[in-house]
């Protein structure tokens, strides 16, 4: 199993920057593709980013792009994600997740989930 808890989540203004921590323990998640996943109220879950197990591939969302930034510290088992430039759209529950897989790739399915921070944006 795979155990992951995010931090950093809150209330931001409009162009503000949050940066979401996801500490990942259990099985070798150090191996494992990784990502973040947001839901809106009302809303179906959405894509942010994903990223591979050495980090050196990483996929954005369009809606993102440009603005969030996805990393990994593989040593401490810590996926990130720095959002610049917040809109109140990017208004939502962020849950950190993780696939069986070492790869990402557009499309994949995450495996495993956290139980995740809550990020609003306003004026």
């Known amino acids: 199993q795979v155990q992951l808890v995010e931090s950093g989540g809150g209330l931001v203004q409009i162009g503000g920057s949050l940066r979401l921590s996801c500490a990942a323990s259990?099985?070798?998640?150090?191996?494992?593709?990784m990502g973040w996943v947001r839901q809106a109220s009302g809303k179906e879950r959405e894509f942010v980013a994903g990223?591979?197990?050495?980090?050196?591939?990483?996929y954005y969302a369009d809606s993102v792009k440009g603005r969030f930034t996805i990393s990994r510290d593989t040593a401490n088992n810590t996926v990130y994600l720095q959002m610049n430039s917040l809109k109140p759209e990017d208004t939502a529950v962020y849950y950190c997740?993780?696939?069986?897989?070492?790869?990402?790739?557009?499309?994949?399915?995450?495996?495993?989930w956290g139980q995740g921070t809550q990020v609003t944006v306003s004026s």
């Open positions: 997740a993780a696939r069986k897989g070492s790869y990402y790739y557009p499309g994949a399915e995450f495996d495993f």
């Open positions: 990223i591979g197990w050495s980090g050196g591939s990483r």
């Open positions: 259990g099985r070798t998640v150090s191996s494992s593709a």
